[in-house]
C-alpha cells in the first residue's frame, strides 16, 4: 500500500475534500453522518483503485478526483445499508451510524449518498462511466439480496458463495478500475484487463475479511469478531469446514447458527473447528490465487511506477490484519 500512496497520496488527500464538499446539504444531519463516516477512516482502496488505473492508461485530467470522491460514496452508502441489515453495533472501530443515530437515518443517509453520487457522475460527462457504475450498483443490490437468501444456508457452495462476493463487494472494486481505464482512453481490451484486476482483488479482499472474522481481534478488525458467524453468515472458511467435519460436528455447528445470541463458547467452539479443519488455511490459499491472477493480468502494460503499485495494493490485499 504504501507504494501506491508515494504516488497517489496527494490526490487521496484532494479526494478527502471533495468528499467533504460533496456532503453539502441543507439538511444539517447528512453532513453530520457523513463526515462521520469519513473520519473514522477506512483503507480508501476503490479510489486508489480508480487513481492509479487512471494514471496505468496516461490520463492527466481533473477528473480522477471527483470519480475517486463518487466511488467512496458509493461505498460509504453501501455500508450504511450494510450495518442495519447485519445490525452491526460496530464498524472500523467505533459505533456504526445506525447505533448512533437509528437505522431510519443510517438508510436515508445512505440512500442521499447513493443518488448524489449519480448527479456527481453525470458531472463528469462521460456515459461510458455512468453506464459502468450504475450497472455496479444494480449488481451490488442483487447482492445483497442473494447474501440475504443464503444466510444459515449449511449446504451453499463455494461456487455460489464467490458469486455472491463478485456482486456484493468485488464489483465497486472492478468499476473503479473500469473507470479509471475509460478516463484514461483505454483501448476496450485494457479496460476488459483493468475490470478483471478489480474483480479478482475484490474477491481475495472479501476472502481476507472473512478469515479476520475468525481470527483477528476487535481492535485489529474493527468490527465485531464472529459478527458474520451471529449473523448465519456461511462464508468460504465455514463452507470449507462444513465440507469436511463430522456429522456432530456439523449440527453443533448448525445450533450456533440458529441462535438468537451467540455465546463466547460458542463462537470459539466453531472457529476451533474452522482452524482444526483448515477452514483459515484454504481460504488465504484462495485468496492468494486470485491475487496471482491479478498480477498476471498486469503484465499487458509496460512497467512503471503505477504498475507496481497497483501490484504493492494487490499484494496488500492478503497482508492486511485489518
Same mark, same amino acid.
Not at 463478485?166 to 481505464?181: D, H, N, P, Q, V
Not at 465455514?238 to 453443533?252: D, F, N, P, W
Not at 491472477?293 to 499487458?300: A, I, K, T
Given at each position: ?46 479510489? *486508489?483503485?480508480?487513481?492509479?488505473? $487512471?494514471? @496505468?492508461? +496516461?490520463?492527466? %485530467?481533473?477528473?480522477?478526483?471527483? =470519480? &475517486? ?105 472492478? *468499476?473503479?478500475?473500469?473507470?479509471? $481505464?475509460? @478516463?484514461? +482512453?483505454?483501448? %476496450?481490451?485494457?479496460?476488459?484487463? =483493468? &475490470? ?111 504498475? $507496481? ?14
Amino acid at each position: 500500500m504504501q507504494v501506491a500512496l508515494n504516488i497517489i497520496g496527494e490526490d487521496l488527500k484532494l479526494v478527502e475534500l471533495q468528499f467533504r464538499k460533496d456532503l453539502e446539504s441543507d439538511v444539517p444531519l447528512i453532513r453530520k453522518v457523513g463526515e462521520y463516516v469519513l473520519s473514522s477512516g477506512g483503507k480508501r482502496v476503490r479510489p *486508489a483503485l480508480l487513481l492509479l488505473a $487512471a494514471r @496505468l492508461c +496516461g490520463y492527466v %485530467g481533473d477528473k480522477a478526483v471527483p =470519480l &475517486a470522491s463518487v466511488v467512496e460514496f458509493i461505498h460509504t452508502a453501501t455500508l450504511l445499508h450494510d450495518d442495519v441489515v447485519d445490525n452491526a453495533s460496530l464498524r472500523r472501530g467505533i459505533a456504526s451510524v445506525n447505533t448512533l443515530w437509528g437505522n431510519e437515518a443510517s438508510v436515508l443517509v445512505g440512500d442521499f449518498l447513493f443518488s448524489k453520487s449519480f448527479s456527481l457522475m453525470v458531472g463528469v460527462g462521460s456515459l461510458d462511466i455512468l453506464r459502468v457504475f450504475s450497472d455496479a450498483t444494480t449488481v451490488i443490490a442483487e447482492g445483497e439480496v442473494l447474501q440475504l437468501l443464503c444466510t444459515g444456508d449449511i449446504d451453499l457452495t463455494e461456487e455460489r458463495y464467490i458469486g455472491v462476493v463478485r456482486s456484493k463487494t468485488a464489483i465497486l472494486m472492478s *468499476a473503479a478500475c473500469e473507470a479509471g $481505464a475509460i @478516463l484514461g +482512453g483505454a483501448s %476496450g481490451r485494457q479496460q476488459q484487463v =483493468l &475490470a478483471d484486476f478489480g474483480m479478482d482483488l475484490g474477491i481475495a479482499f472479501q476472502l481476507m475479511d472473512d478469515i479476520l472474522d475468525y481470527t483477528a481481534t476487535e481492535e485489529e478488525f474493527g468490527k465485531c469478531i464472529g459478527h458474520d458467524l451471529e449473523e448465519g453468515k456461511i462464508t468460504l472458511p465455514l463452507i470449507y469446514t462444513l465440507r469436511y467435519c463430522t456429522g456432530v460436528e456439523q449440527s453443533a455447528i448448525v445450533a450456533v447458527l440458529e441462535k438468537d445470541e451467540m455465546s463466547l463458547d460458542d463462537f470459539q467452539h466453531v472457529s476451533g473447528l474452522v482452524k482444526r479443519y483448515g477452514g483459515i488455511e484454504y481460504t488465504v490459499n484462495a485468496a492468494r490465487g486470485y491475487i496471482e491472477r491479478c498480477r498476471g493480468l498486469l503484465d499487458m502494460f509496460d512497467a512503471s511506477s503505477v504498475r $507496481a503499485a497497483m501490484l504493492d495494493l494487490a499484494d496488500y490485499v492478503v497482508t492486511r490484519n485489518r
